[in-house]
């Protein structure tokens, strides 16, 4: 719904709460941001508050300024892949330890996406291993042809 404010051609802003139980519900205010009078400018923040923000409820207490110098350090380049932030849609991850709060370096998603599911499921020895490994040298019984292994030797 549109702000009740004539002219305006906004939409309502809606608050995010939360019931004791836990559950999610909004509440829909008369007007938009812009013409709130309570100071409650949830969708008017500044784009660097909002990523602070975010970053704070993820546990991650890194400030816009460390994460520019992270970045600038970087070369402006996803720690992991080297892929260009101005390749990439959306702005670099701050990866770090769930457990101490160390911040590791700026990823793009795909790399956190990547570092999460192995950190979940107790990985890296397995992929260590796996990418260290050699199928045709694990005594599997594996009858190699002559052509296949003289591509691979070359």
């Excluded at 009078?37 to 409820?57: A, F, I, K, P």
């Excluded at 400030?63 to 992991?80: K, M, P, T």
Aim: charged share 25%.
């Amino acid at each position: 719904m549109q702000c009740s404010i004539e002219g305006c051609t906004r939409n309502r802003q809606l608050t995010h709460l939360k019931r004791p139980d836990g559950t999610k519900y909004y509440r829909e205010h008369s007007t938009c941001c812009k013409h709130r009078v309570d100071g409650n400018l949830y969708s008017s923040m500044t784009y660097e508050s909002q990523r602070h923000n975010h970053w704070r409820h993820q546990g991650i207490f890194v400030s816009v300024d460390e994460y520019n110098q992270i970045l600038c350090i970087q070369g402006e380049r996803c720690a992991l892949c080297g892929e260009e932030q101005a390749a990439i849609s959306h702005a670099l991850c701050v990866e770090h330890n769930h457990e101490t709060g160390a911040i590791r370096g700026l990823v793009c998603k795909r790399c956190n996406n990547m570092i999460a599911w192995v950190e979940k499921h107790n990985l890296l020895g397995e992929l260590e291993k796996f990418l260290g490994g050699n199928v045709f040298e694990m005594n599997l019984n594996i009858t190699e042809t002559d052509w296949a292994k003289k591509l691979r030797s070359a």
